[in-house]
């Protein structure tokens, strides 16, 4: 079997086309990061002040940050690079090596996924500036530019036909109600996961859903606010239909206590339903796209949301808030034009 090449160095280049093994590796344990902390006076080895790192940002970063750093610092190509290059402890790590392992990596992934390295890389350098102990190394890493990426892939959002399609092949019910929640009210599918009986305002006029947090922190959203988000005009009989849903399925599935919207049908150990969980809600995308011939995933839904409402004319500031983004042009970037109105509108102008 033939083997990867190397270099100089005697690193081995990964294949083109080869999948990060690494990429579904668990999330960080905090108690396992705290004991990976160096004894007073050592000289702090890489992966100690990788440790220390994501110790120190426990309380600011997000869960999936965490774990995202681990996977692309401890547990994908970076470390070997390190132990093949000698470079064991954090005092002999210079920018030149960073730029030498982007540049190596480059060749054979993604430029979103040598994004990602090195902006996890350039969080462990100004961590290290900023403590003591640990050194000013990769003092000039912001000199490695960023890799240059595609600004957006179109389509993003569905056609008005997609959507139709999806919410008709959806198996009505459950499924069909997820799919319509995220279309109408642009949740992300974290807040999906996380939204509680309590936090439908279904008899209000409008109706609206509280979003209050999300499947890695039920207190906390992604922006850090609580929002309210609005119903499509398009669904008019959802706040209906998910009344009647609670109903149905209040006595069956909700004996133990749980208060989330939607279930899974998984057990735990006592028989009662697990909240249903983004996983959940990816698998049922993948069905759909088995059913139709439509890609489709839930931020692609979120997107379709964000267009329709565009579309539709509400104001800008109105979809910021609604749909929890920091600024407008986050806005900007989940509107997707349709093609063929686009067309259509331009011709109409120069007739």
Same mark, same amino acid.
């Given at each position: 079997?033939?083997?990867?090449?190397?270099?100089?160095?005697?690193?081995?280049?990964?294949?083109?086309?080869?999948?990060?093994?690494?990429?579904?590796?668990?999330?960080?344990?905090l108690?396992?990061?705290?004991?990976?902390?160096?004894?007073?006076?050592?000289?702090?080895?890489?992966?100690?002040?990788?440790?220390?790192?994501?110790?120190?940002?426990a309380?600011?970063?997000?869960?999936?940050?965490?774990?995202?750093?681990?996977?692309?610092?401890?547990?994908?190509?970076?470390?070997?690079?390190?132990?093949?290059?000698?470079?064991?402890?954090?005092?002999?790590?210079?920018?030149?090596?960073?730029?030498?392992?982007?540049?190596?990596?480059?060749t054979?992934?993604?430029?979103?996924?040598?994004?990602?390295?090195?902006?996890?890389?350039?969080?462990?350098?100004?961590?290290?500036?900023?403590? /003591?102990?640990?050194?000013?190394?990769?003092?000039?890493?912001?000199?490695?530019?960023?890799?240059?990426?595609?600004?957006?892939?179109?389509?993003?959002?569905?056609?008005?036909?997609?959507?139709?399609?999806?919410?008709?092949?959806?198996?009505?019910?459950?499924?069909?109600?997820?799919?319509?929640?995220?279309?109408?009210?642009?949740?992300?599918?974290?807040?999906?996961?996380?939204l509680?009986?309590?936090?439908?305002?279904?008899?209000?006029?409008?109706?609206?859903v509280?979003?209050?947090?999300?499947?890695?922190?039920?207190?906390?959203?992604?922006?850090?606010?609580?929002?309210?988000?609005?119903?499509?005009?398009?669904? /008019?009989?959802? /706040?209906?239909?998910?009344?009647?849903?609670?109903?149905?399925?209040?006595?069956?599935?909700?004996?133990?206590?749980?208060?989330?919207?939607?279930?899974?049908?998984?057990?735990?150990?006592?028989?009662r /339903?697990r909240?249903l969980?983004?996983?959940?809600?990816?698998?049922?995308?993948?069905?759909l796209?088995?059913?139709?011939?439509?890609?489709?995933?839930?931020?692609?839904?979120?997107?379709?949301?964000?267009?329709?409402?565009?579309?539709?004319?509400?104001?800008?500031?109105?979809?910021?808030?609604?749909?929890g983004?920091?600024?407008?042009?986050?806005?900007?970037?989940?509107?997707?034009?349709?093609?063929?109105?686009?067309?259509?509108?331009?011709?109409?102008?120069?007739?």
């Open positions: 079997m033939s083997r990867p090449p190397t270099d100089a160095t005697g690193y081995r280049r990964p294949r083109a086309g080869q999948r990060d093994r690494y990429s579904q590796a668990p999330t960080p344990d108690a396992e990061l705290s004991t990976a902390m160096r004894q007073p006076g050592a000289v702090p080895t890489v992966e100690e002040a990788i440790h220390a790192l994501l110790r120190h940002h309380t600011d970063w997000a869960i999936t940050t965490r774990r995202n750093a681990r996977h692309y610092l401890l547990l994908g190509r970076w470390p070997e690079f390190c132990r093949v290059r000698g470079i064991e402890t954090i005092h002999l790590l210079r920018t030149q090596d960073v730029e030498d392992f982007l540049v190596d990596v480059s054979v992934l993604k430029a979103e996924t040598v994004v990602k390295y090195r902006t996890y890389l350039r969080a462990l350098a100004r961590f290290c500036a900023a403590t /003591p102990g640990f050194g000013g190394v990769l003092a000039d890493i912001d000199r490695i530019p960023v890799p240059r990426t595609a600004r957006r892939k179109m389509p993003v959002a569905l056609t008005k036909d997609q959507e139709a399609a999806i919410v008709a092949a959806a198996k009505p019910g459950r499924d069909r109600l997820i799919v319509e929640v995220l279309l109408a009210c642009g949740l992300r599918v974290g807040e999906l996961s996380a509680l009986v309590s936090d439908l305002n279904l008899t209000n006029r409008p109706a609206f509280r979003v209050r947090g999300n499947y890695h922190n039920r207190d906390i959203t992604k922006g850090r606010e609580d929002r309210n988000a609005p119903f499509r005009s398009k669904y /008019p009989n959802l /706040p209906r239909e998910l009344g009647d849903f609670l109903r149905r399925e209040d006595s069956a599935l909700r004996a133990g206590g749980r208060q989330e919207v939607f279930l899974s049908q998984v057990r735990d150990g006592q028989g /339903p909240p969980t983004p996983t959940g809600v990816q698998q049922l995308m993948e069905r796209t088995r059913q139709t011939g439509i890609h489709v995933s839930p931020h692609m839904l979120r997107h379709t949301w964000a267009t329709r409402s565009v579309e539709a004319g509400d104001p800008v500031f109105h979809l910021r808030q609604a749909g983004w920091q600024s407008i042009e986050m806005v900007r970037r989940y509107y997707t034009a349709d093609a063929r109105e686009m067309l259509e509108a331009f011709a109409r102008a120069h007739e």
